[in-house]
């Protein structure tokens, strides 16, 4: 059984490290600085990692010291353990500062909860204001984000947003003529933030953070910030700052994380069958026509009520981890997403 465990962990390595993108990580000093929050962002002593903390005064952030226009943003996050309900961790771009009324914005969101329940992550995409048309959607995650760091990134460029979770891309949105002006395209900052979100973040804000479990940290490391640096321009000036980006999107755009292979959709397409909970293309109740980049099915819409959840997909304690024959812990990674949740 012992050599059984060995060759599983052995082949799963494998296949994480030929998963792994060709990214240069950087410094905290290289690419962000302090937001808000005070003493609660602890950059560790070699600058290659950054805590934000969460406690009854104030949460905390930190954003990139450069606008991008378009790019490849990532970062490793540990999220906190315990009773994390109201909790909000987010790592995002935005131009909210700049354009108040008609600003872009990418989110990764996790969202915390009561104890022994899982962690939820949202993904969202704003463009040009479009917050009444919030193109959310919300996952289960396949291993336990509080036991160590995975990546979590974000691909911008001129056509397509990627959403990746370890390397393994988990949602795609292709750029369409009929999405308008809702396809972010401004230049936006990359923000890191922790903050109590008891009015939404965990059963609709029905239960409420309880910094008896304070402090919460979040743990951020190998920070990527791969993009042409711009300032945040209006919309007039967008054809000179393209013009100054292209050689820098051509190779964002050639770049391994951009090509989606058919093992990269096979992947995807598994994620999204056995961890989406929600997703706003089946959101019949919110909206009376379908968005214009969803690619829906009559067969996949049968897996969804007319509120956009999913009739299959359920959280579920954490405490009732399976194991595997013997005693064995079992091995779960995302490129095994029935693994133990």
Same mark, same amino acid.
């Given at each position: 059984?012992?050599?059984?465990? @060995?060759?599983?962990?052995?082949?799963?390595?494998?296949?994480?490290?030929? /998963? +792994?993108? $060709?990214?240069? %990580?950087?410094?905290?000093?290289?690419?962000?600085? $302090?937001?808000?929050?005070?003493? #609660?962002?602890?950059?560790?002593? *070699? /600058?290659? /990692?950054? #805590?934000l903390v969460l406690n009854r005064y104030t949460g905390s952030g930190f954003i990139s010291s450069d606008y991008y226009? $378009?790019?490849?943003?990532?970062?490793?996050?540990?999220?906190?353990?315990? #009773? %994390?309900?109201?909790?909000?961790v987010a790592f995002y771009l935005s131009n909210g500062d700049v354009f108040e009324k008609n600003h872009d914005e990418l989110d990764w969101e996790f969202l915390g909860n009561k104890k022994g329940k899982e962690w939820r992550v949202q993904t969202n995409i704003?463009? #040009?204001?479009?917050?009444?048309?919030?193109?959310?959607?919300?996952?289960?995650?396949?291993? *336990?984000?509080?036991?160590?760091? $995975? /990546?979590?990134?974000?691909?911008?460029?001129?056509?397509?947003?990627? @959403?990746?979770?370890d390397d393994?891309?988990?949602?795609?949105?292709?750029?369409?003529?009929?999405?308008?002006? *809702? @396809?972010?395209?401004?230049?936006?900052?990359?923000?890191? %933030?922790?903050? *109590?979100?008891?009015?939404?973040? %965990?059963d609709g804000g029905k239960v409420k953070i309880n910094y008896k479990y304070s402090p919460f940290i979040a743990e951020f490391s190998e920070l990527v910030l791969k993009g042409c640096t711009s300032?945040?321009?209006?919309?007039?000036?967008?054809?000179?700052?393209?013009d100054r980006c292209a050689s820098t999107?051509?190779?964002?755009?050639?770049?391994?994380?951009?090509?989606?292979?058919?093992?990269?959709?096979?992947?995807?397409?598994?994620?999204?069958?056995k961890k989406m909970t929600y997703t706003v293309c089946y959101d019949a109740v919110r909206y009376q026509s379908v968005f214009p980049e969803c690619d829906n099915t009559p067969e996949e819409q049968e897996k969804f009520w007319q509120w956009g959840e999913s009739k299959t997909v359920k959280a579920r304690n954490r405490s009732s981890k399976r194991r595997s024959p013997r005693?064995?812990?079992?091995? +779960?990674?995302?490129?095994?997403?029935?693994a133990v949740v």
């Open positions: 059984m012992a050599r059984v465990l @060995f060759l599983s962990l052995f082949l799963l390595s494998i296949s994480v490290s030929s /998963r +792994a993108f $060709h990214v240069e %990580t950087i410094s905290f000093d290289e690419g962000y600085k $302090h937001l808000f929050g005070e003493d #609660n962002l602890v950059v560790s002593a *070699d /600058r290659k /990692r950054a #805590n226009m $378009h790019g490849y943003f990532s970062a490793s996050i540990k999220l906190p353990k315990e #009773n %994390t309900a109201g909790v909000v704003y463009g #040009n204001g479009s917050t009444m048309r919030g193109r959310e959607e919300r996952y289960l995650l396949p291993f *336990d984000p509080t036991e160590a760091a $995975h /990546r979590y990134s974000i691909l911008w460029t001129p056509n397509v947003i990627i @959403f990746y979770i393994i891309p988990i949602r795609e949105v292709i750029r369409t003529e009929a999405m308008g002006s *809702d @396809f972010p395209s401004k230049p936006m900052a990359v923000y890191a %933030t922790i903050w *109590d979100g008891s009015a939404w973040a %965990t300032a945040p321009i209006q919309q007039s000036q967008m054809s000179v700052d393209l999107e051509l190779e964002l755009m050639t770049a391994d994380f951009a090509v989606m292979t058919p093992k990269m959709r096979s992947d995807m397409r598994r994620f999204r069958e005693g064995q812990p079992a091995v +779960a990674s995302l490129y095994n997403v029935q």
